[in-house]
């Protein structure tokens, strides 16, 4: 009987993903608490989360692995992304003013209206990102962002201070 009612558990939570996302979050609760109190979470796993308007001001997320976390109108003001994993996530409306994105990887992230301001940007990836209306005036990048052929950049402020409007 008791086999019977753990399979029904797994389940439920296999067929149901708000209970998993619940359940994930729930999981991952203490990490996250200790991140908002010491800004540091070196190669920590915050996969899928939701931070949506989080200040995360400064915080340490150098390895960490935020894959298609919602990070949308969070504040990153330089925050360490060294090497981060942010492919699939949605940085819509984020404050990235001054941090270090050098190496990171944000293939198919969504940085539309994203402030990027004065951050680093040296071997980070951005294939097929959403830069659409996001704002890169003095980032400092190891190659033109306009090279990016499978880039969207609409009415994308680039890091001389140039429009570009491609791929819209």
Do not use: Y
Request: glycine share 6%; proline share 1%; charged share 15%.
């Amino acid at each position: 009987m008791l086999s019977v009612i753990r399979l029904s558990v797994i389940l439920t939570m296999l067929t149901a993903p708000s209970l998993v996302s619940h359940a994930t979050e729930a999981l991952f609760q203490p990490t996250v608490q200790r991140l908002q109190i010491t800004k540091k979470c070196f190669g920590c796993d915050l996969s899928m989360m939701n931070f949506v308007g989080a200040n995360f001001a400064g915080a340490d997320f150098s390895s960490a692995n935020l894959k298609g976390a919602n990070l949308a109108g969070a504040s990153l003001r330089f925050a360490d992304l060294e090497w981060a994993d942010l492919r699939q996530a949605n940085l819509t409306g984020a404050d990235l003013t001054g941090a270090n994105l050098n190496h990171a990887l944000l293939n198919q992230a969504n940085l539309q209206e994203a402030i990027l301001q004065k951050s680093q940007l040296e071997g980070t990836v951005l294939r097929d990102a959403d830069l659409s209306n996001a704002t890169l005036v003095n980032a400092v990048t190891s190659e033109k962002l306009q090279s990016l052929q499978t880039t969207i950049f609409c009415q994308t402020v680039l890091e001389d201070g140039k429009l570009l409007n491609r791929n819209c």
